[in-house]
């Protein structure tokens, strides 16, 4: 009887233990996705059962095929070229994001720059400096307010227009890869594409995120040199840089920024190097950093000083090239000590 009794305990430990064993296994721990998508780098780091790059590689390839104006295969390639009209999901994302930050930035920021940002060299046509003649033919058909949606259609006044959602669609990537790795049951995670960030949650040693913002320093020869401008402390947050050092070109001695502004045509130059958005997503923050660079120091400081749910940070120069960084509270506030 006392046999018997020992043998069904030493079984029944047996089945608990293979009961156990898949859960073992699958325990989560920290994993990291590098490499490079859209000629920039990436580094995803996420806590997991499994490594998820195979689905982080799948929502690259989404938002590739709908927003990328490089790609002539893709959504909005379509839609610019007239070869359809309906919108798929993420478009309409992309379009109704841009549309909110048009009104409030007062139309400084347009998803329609396309035709500009391709006569002065920036786009997927080349160009170089356009005259205010050539600008003021593009403007007459440049304005968000040219086009709109209806259901899944996309209604253009005049066949001319063209979007480009470069600015915001590694936003959009980040927050759409941050929302694959919620639906896969990650809770702690930190999503960086091109500088471009979403963080939640602790890292690997249960410490909140930590996330350097660079001040704007080039070399001309290799591109953006990484020097800390800030470290920030973000959890549920994402943070986004848009700035003339990073993306420029040089013509006949002249420095020519890819910040092209939607009401004048002109590229934008002034001592406003870069500007941080810290924003609930990234599209936003992407979208906003993109406004801010087209609207200048003066303006975003204004607009900014008293924002509460957007964190600014501005870098410029002064009449001696030396750095002048501006925040408002909000921003001021993630700011590590």
Not at 50 to 55: F, I
Not at 290 to 301: D, I
């Amino acid at each position: 009887m006392i046999k018997s009794r020992k043998y069904y305990a030493v079984l029944l430990l047996l089945l608990v233990a293979l009961v156990a064993l898949p859960f073992v296994r699958s325990r989560k721990k920290f994993v990291k996705n590098t490499g490079v998508v859209w000629t920039t780098e990436y580094h995803i780091t996420y806590e997991a059962r499994t490594n998820l790059d195979d689905s982080i590689q799948h929502v690259f390839s989404m938002i590739d095929n709908s927003a990328s104006a490089f790609n002539k295969q893709s959504l909005v390639s379509a839609i610019n070229e007239g070869r359809t009209n309906v919108a798929d999901r993420l478009f309409k994302i992309l379009y109704n994001k841009a549309i909110e930050v048009n009104k409030a930035s007062g139309g400084v920021y347009d998803p329609t720059v396309m035709p500009l940002v391709n006569a002065w060299g920036f786009g997927y046509k080349s160009g170089q400096m356009p005259t205010q003649e050539q600008l003021d033919s593009i403007l007459a058909f440049v304005g968000v307010e040219h086009t709109r949606l209806d259901g899944d259609k996309v209604v253009k006044d005049d066949p001319r227009v063209q979007f480009d959602f470069s600015s915001i669609a590694k936003g959009l990537a980040c927050d759409e890869v941050a929302a694959m790795l919620a639906r896969n049951g990650a809770v702690n995670y930190m999503v960086e594409i091109g500088g471009e960030v979403v963080a939640q949650g602790v890292n690997e040693r249960g410490k909140p995120w930590h996330v350097s913002v660079d001040l704007p320093v080039a070399d001309n020869k290799k591109g953006a040199v990484h020097q800390n401008a800030v470290v920030l402390t973000l959890d549920s947050l994402a943070v986004a840089t848009s700035g003339s050092y990073r993306k420029f070109k040089e013509v006949d001695g002249k420095k020519v920024s890819h910040i092209v502004n939607p009401k004048t045509g002109g590229s934008e130059t002034s001592n406003l190097l870069s500007v941080s958005i810290v924003a609930p997503d990234c599209m936003s923050a992407d979208a906003w950093a993109t406004a801010c660079m087209a609207m200048g120091l003066e303006k975003t400081q204004s607009m900014m000083e008293k924002n509460t749910s957007l964190g600014v940070m501005t870098i410029s120069t002064d009449d001696d090239g030396n750095f002048v960084v501006w925040s408002n509270k909000r921003f001021a506030d993630l700011v590590v000590n």
